[in-house]
């Protein structure tokens, strides 16, 4: 059974500098592709995200995909960071992209990795934030086709990607021991 890692450098064939062959590199106790030709090492790092729990009067905002994957499916807005991009200015970015407000004060929760399944399929880093206040009307744009505000103490059987429901499982704990 191939790592995630194998999975992921068997779409990479061709150094993305020079176009030459690239070849599996021994570094460490792994391997890393690189170009004999120009010396380029294509490391692999998790792509990171930035998601918002918005909580209001006990309910967390939801929103339903639009898009594939999950499409149809309830999700926690967010979205990938940008190259070089803050997360909280990511956050802010993409709670205006997806629902038209802006978010203010968004509070750090946790972090986990993830399996974005695309072709390549991707490796995430997922941060998590908790988020109360915000100004705008919220409206559900770009990938977002509907929004909902869901009981904590219910929420959907089914919920795109498993970083969710262990952010809300995580957020919930947090919040019986007053640490949010
Ligand atoms: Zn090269």
Not at 8 to 23: A, D
Not at 104 to 113: A, G
Request: a positive charge.
């Amino acid at each position: 059974m191939p790592s995630v890692k194998q999975r992921i450098q068997s779409y990479f064939r061709f150094c993305p500098h020079c176009g030459s062959r690239s070849k599996l590199h021994r570094v460490h106790d792994t391997h890393e592709l690189h170009c004999p030709k120009c010396g380029y090492t294509f490391w692999m790092n998790s792509k990171p995200t930035a998601s918002a729990l918005i909580i209001r009067n006990g309910k967390v905002l939801l929103t339903k995909r639009a898009i594939s994957p999950f499409k149809g499916q309830w999700d926690i807005p967010g979205g990938f960071l940008d190259v070089h991009e803050d997360p909280i200015t990511g956050l802010q970015r993409e709670m205006h992209e997806e629902l038209g407000i802006r978010v203010s004060k968004p509070k750090f929760l946790s972090v986990y990795v993830g399996m974005y399944p695309s072709t390549p399929p991707q490796s995430t880093l997922n941060l998590y934030y908790v988020v109360t206040k915000y100004t705008g009307t919220l409206k559900p744009q770009d990938d977002v086709a509907a929004f909902a505000w869901q009981s904590l103490r219910r929420l959907p059987k089914k919920l795109a990607f498993g970083n969710n429901r262990q952010a809300l499982r995580d957020f919930v704990k947090m919040t019986k021991r007053n640490i949010v």
